[in-house]
């Protein structure tokens, strides 16, 4: 900044006054707050910034970036969310066509804009696209701890009123993607997925503190995988590649038990990852099993 001190008869410069330095506007962004989509056309990505806003740029061709238009973006644009609601947390998909993008809000609802041609948005109707974020139609009273995402498909994580861990299911009824049973509707409404019954730590899905995408829930093509806090691991949909280790390649329209994992006396599962036909799945004891497609060497162990 420079100040200038002017005569006042001639109005020249009498002397000037300079000083210069910097500091950060904002909080730093790590890796983790950055939110990475892909569909077939392009890439997109989004932040949260300090302010509690959600700004997105790329690729917009389903109106996933939320600013209203299904115009591809060069510099950042705000996800449009309701006045007052600051953006917590940002899902989408960088593996199985990311055209959706879900903001968790300050005030307990979660957003979504994008594709919605299955009812994959879980807001309630069917639609071509959502260019502005739309608030998903989840129970009253849950609390969204994480969003899983894959093509056709949405598994919201989280908590019921009462305390008890659910996950949701919303979009096409394929294979089982829903896991609650469905004789193959689709539904644009959110539908509970049939997990064991919360008895205990073992059949309860992650708390937020213990959350991590990749981790504990993960999801390509139409199947879904879910680690509990008890190191169980639970699987439903297609089952192609016998993915859900039953021995079989028959598709699963509510979770199976994946192994004996959590089990008394058994190794519990601590990470798990997927790429569409084969599961991977770290124990507590350093082990690493699979099961799946066994092509291309995919498949170097047993359960």
């Known amino acids: 900044a420079t100040v200038e001190l002017l005569r006042s008869g001639t109005s020249t410069v009498w002397s000037s006054y300079t000083n210069s330095g910097y500091a950060n506007i904002g909080a730093t962004t790590s890796f983790d707050s950055v939110t990475f989509g892909y569909s077939l056309s392009g890439v997109f990505f989004g932040v949260i910034d300090s302010q509690g806003r959600a700004m997105t740029i790329g690729h917009n061709g389903e109106g996933q970036l939320g600013n209203g238009t299904i115009i591809n973006q060069t510099t950042p644009v705000n996800y449009q969310l309701p006045s007052g609601v600051k953006a917590e947390r940002m899902f989408t998909n960088f ?5 959706y ?8 609802n979660l957003y979504a804009a994008g594709r919605n041609v299955d009812g994959e948005l879980g807001i309630g109707r069917y639609s071509t696209y959502e260019a502005t974020p739309q608030r998903v139609s989840l129970p009253a009273g849950f609390k969204t701890r994480s969003v899983a995402v894959t093509t056709g498909n949405a598994y919201f994580v989280g908590q019921d009123s009462l305390g008890n861990h659910r996950i949701y299911a919303t979009g096409l009824c394929r294979q089982g993607a829903l896991g609650n049973g469905s004789t193959c509707t689709n539904t644009s409404t959110p539908v509970m997925v049939s997990m064991p019954t919360p008895t205990s730590d073992l059949t309860r899905p992650v708390l937020d503190s213990d959350w991590t995408q990749s981790t504990n829930i993960t999801t390509d093509r139409p199947s879904v995988f879910v680690r509990t806090i008890g190191g169980r691991v639970y699987g439903w ?9 039953t021995g079989n390649t028959t598709d699963r329209t509510t979770p199976v038990q994946i192994g004996t994992f959590g089990n008394t006396g058994q190794p519990m599962a601590k990470q798990l990852a997927f790429d569409g036909g084969t599961l991977y ?3 507590d004891t350093g082990r690493l099993f699979v099961v799946g497609r066994a092509s291309e060497g995919y498949l170097t162990s047993g359960m």
């Open 95 to 99: 593996l199985s066509h990311g055209r």
């Open 101 to 108: 993008l879900f903001v968790k809000g300050s005030d307990g």
């Open 237 to 245: 949909g297609l089952n192609d590649h016998g993915q859900m280790g």
């Open 281 to 283: 799945i770290v124990t």
